[in-house]
């Protein structure tokens, strides 16, 4: 009894309850994030991106919707309604489908591969896989490519179309053709006539080179011309000290200096070119480098830009607010289907201001009483005169005597100026300067490829494309330009707008070229544009080339830090360092016949750089005087020493020769008309 008494109670048995047991409570899934729910991967400097084969954890990812690719000038299109977040509840029920996707077995490597190239590709346009697929010939496997442009590279449009398409495109383009001329001449002392005839020689090479350029070059529809790039280190050479106190034909001698120096310098490129030494210099270019050197091209003539427009400033503001409401307020008018506001926008904004500067100028507004603008300010005597005469000279559109003096026919010939000189030490700037101006053509190249190809080209035949590009720029110092010639930027902007990417249209408008610069009155017409009208036009044309060459940072991570700062110190830079050299051992008080707008570019005389050798001086604080070298440099520089992933710095894509042999799409594109490749197959470097 006692031990009873001392035992613990026993717990009491709970009700058995219904058969079978219920399975316990599962817990509730907590709501997704929206990076889960969208399956958004960061792409912050530091950060690698988990592969395809890689688990997802835990991600859920949402099918892309197949879209066309957006106009963006339509303005944003209207969002689905697949677009918005899931409920809740739907956002459950998809964490349990990716937990029961995870657990099935991986899928095949065929059906991985397939699923990675569907995912949309590199940030520059390319899938991710870096050798090229063979064409099919099951056409549903193969997914149709997005139509960019209305006639792609190799369609062939009608003879109106034709006609229309290839003088539009170049018409677009006028103030990359026409104006550097425009700009340069007058600084050698060259007189209205001398202006007409280079303008014709600039038409010409213009057409031949874009010849050349579309038979044996890259084969792209890019219109080969007198580049921005070549602009300062010419007026660099045209300010040397040697040519301070010329009094007689200053022009030819200063354009025979020019033409033995361009010459060095396209000799330098088609060696670049045509022994592949570009195909290995293609590792080191890419967007990050190729964005603030070509926006230090555009950033570089801040100087000249509006001092010139300030000498009459109601037609300079006037025709410089006319291109950009035709460009940017105007944009989206279309007449017959076409935005015609903004593919004709500088020469529409040139022509209205012209006529009302021919209206003012009629009716005598410009006119002092006893005044002539034909003599200069130094010869009058009156006061008065010397007051208004640099008004009368820039706002007036009378006192251009190139058209009456001009003859109807004019054949431009080489050496027209007179035999080359050639000298080492501008010789040596302009080969410096020929590197720059194929990195800017690389990224010509390269956009303008995913527009209007089947595939980007092959590192051959970019350096196929920079060989004849040297080329061009020997045949513009044989006739004599002023500048060499080069890709001209303007040409991604021109097939995005105007959607014609056949190179059949541009090689018609390049015959037409032509055939305009034998007519001598087109180039007087020409040259006898008002300095104002034509520095309010280069402002505008740098701007745009400014903002081309930032454009290409879409091709990389453009969220990233590590760019960010790549670029912004390089453009910093590219405008502190050449200040630096511009500015030291400059006297403000000093009288210089240089002018103002012009100055910067006599560093050579007053550099920093002082050594045993003039002609080391010369070359030294001639090109740290310039931006776009020192914006390439800090780029280059930074930009492949400076860690980062392939996807976050943007590099550049090009096929592979062995497999784009193997698909016909892309031989059709690149390769060399006539069967002349067979010849040259050996050679790897330069071609497919």
């Known amino acids: 009894m006692s031990s009873s008494s001392g035992a613990l109670p026993q717990p009491r048995r709970g009700r058995p309850g219904p058969w079978p047991p219920a399975p316990p409570p599962q817990p509730q899934a907590p709501p997704l994030s929206w990076a889960k729910r969208t399956g958004f991967q960061s792409r912050v400097s530091g950060e690698s991106l988990p592969s395809a084969s890689a688990p997802t954890s835990g991600q859920v990812r949402l099918p892309r919707p197949a879209e066309a690719p957006a106009d963006l000038e ?39 591969a397939r699923r990675r ?6 940030p520059n346009g390319q899938a991710a896989a870096p050798s090229l697929p ?4 099951d056409e549903e496997e193969v997914p149709e490519r997005p139509a960019h442009v209305k006639y792609e590279l190799r369609d062939t449009p009608g003879v109106f179309p034709l006609v229309i398409y290839g003088f539009q495109h170049y018409i677009s383009m006028i103030g990359s053709i026409i104006l550097i001329p425009l700009a340069m001449v007058p600084a050698m002392g060259g007189t209205a006539d001398d202006m007409a005839a280079v303008v014709s020689t600039v038409l010409l090479v213009t057409g031949m080179t874009t010849l050349l350029h ?17 602009l300062a280190p010419a007026l660099a050479i045209i300010n040397s000290p040697e040519f301070f106190g010329l009094n007689d034909n200053n022009f030819k001698h200063i354009m025979k200096h020019l033409q033995g120096a361009i010459i060095i310098g396209g000799v330098f490129q088609v060696v670049l070119g045509y022994t592949g030494l570009m195909s290995l210099f293609l590792r080191l270019i890419n967007p990050v480098v190729v964005s603030p050197t070509v926006a230090a091209v555009g950033l570089s003539f801040f100087s000249y830009g509006f001092t010139k427009i300030g000498t009459c400033i109601e ?11 035709f460009a940017l307020y105007l944009r ?23 006529a009302i500067a021919f209206v003012l100028t009629a009716t005598g507004v410009y006119s002092y009483k006893g005044c002539d603008a034909n003599i200069p300010a130094s010869n009058n005597v009156s006061a008065f005169c010397r007051k208004h005469v640099l008004r009368m000279t820039s706002c007036r559109v009378d006192t251009s005597h190139a058209l009456r003096s001009s003859p109807w026919f004019r054949f431009p010939y080489p050496l027209q100026w007179g035999t080359p000189v050639f000298s ?17 053509s690389v990224g010509s190249y390269h956009a303008s490829s995913l527009f209007v190809a089947t595939r980007p080209p092959t590192s051959g035949v970019v350096s196929r494309g920079i060989g004849v590009e040297g080329v061009s720029t020997v045949l513009a110092g044989l006739w004599g330009t002023g500048v060499g010639s080069a890709t001209i930027t303007e040409n991604v902007h021109t097939i995005a707008v105007t959607k014609m990417g056949s190179r059949r249209a541009v090689g018609f408008g390049a015959i037409l070229l032509v055939l305009f610069s034998i007519v001598g009155k087109v180039g007087a017409f020409i040259a006898s544009i008002p300095d104002v009208m034509v520095a309010a036009l280069l402002c505008f044309m740098w701007a745009m080339l400014c903002a081309l060459g930032l454009s290409n940072l879409r091709y990389s991570a453009t969220g990233s830090f590590r760019n960010n700062t790549i670029v912004g110190l390089a453009l910093f830079l590219s405008l502190s360092v050449p200040s630096y050299f511009q ?16 100055q910067p570019y006599n560093v050579a005389s007053h550099g920093p750089v002082h050594t045993g050798s003039g002609g080391v001086n010369y070359v030294l604080n001639t090109l740290l005087s310039l931006n776009m070298v020192i914006a390439f440099l800090v780029a280059l520089v930074l930009d492949n020493t400076v860690p980062g992933g392939r996807q976050e710095r943007g590099l550049y894509v090009w096929s592979e020769a062995e497999a784009a042999r193997r698909e016909s799409a892309v031989m059709k594109d690149y390769e060399l008309p006539f069967k002349i490749g067979h010849a040259f197959r050996w050679v790897k470097c330069v071609g497919l």
């Open 117 to 122: 190239d569907s995912d949309g590709g590199r």
């Open 424 to 440: 080492w030490k501008m010789g040596l700037v302009m080969c410096v300067v020929s590197v720059i101006a194929s990195v800017d």
């Open 134 to 137: 063979q064409l099919q010939e």
């Open 315 to 325: 037609m300079g503001i006037l025709q410089l607010l006319t291109v950009v409401v």
């Open 583 to 598: 500015q030291y051992g400059v006297h403000p008080s000093a009288n210089s016949s240089v002018p103002t707008y012009f």
């Open 214 to 230: 579309m038979f044996i070059g890259t084969r792209l529809p890019l219109v080969q011309g007198p580049s921005f790039v070549y």
């Open 332 to 354: 989206k008018i279309k007449l017959f289907g076409y935005r015609v506001l903004l593919i004709y926008a500088v020469p529409l904004g040139l022509g209205i201001t012209w």
């Open 74 to 112: 339509s303005g944003p299109l209207a969002r689905s309604n697949s677009a918005l977040p899931p409920p809740p509840a739907a956002a459950a029920a998809a964490a349990a489908a990716g937990n029961a996707e995870r657990q099935q077995p991986p899928p095949p490597p065929q059906a991985r």
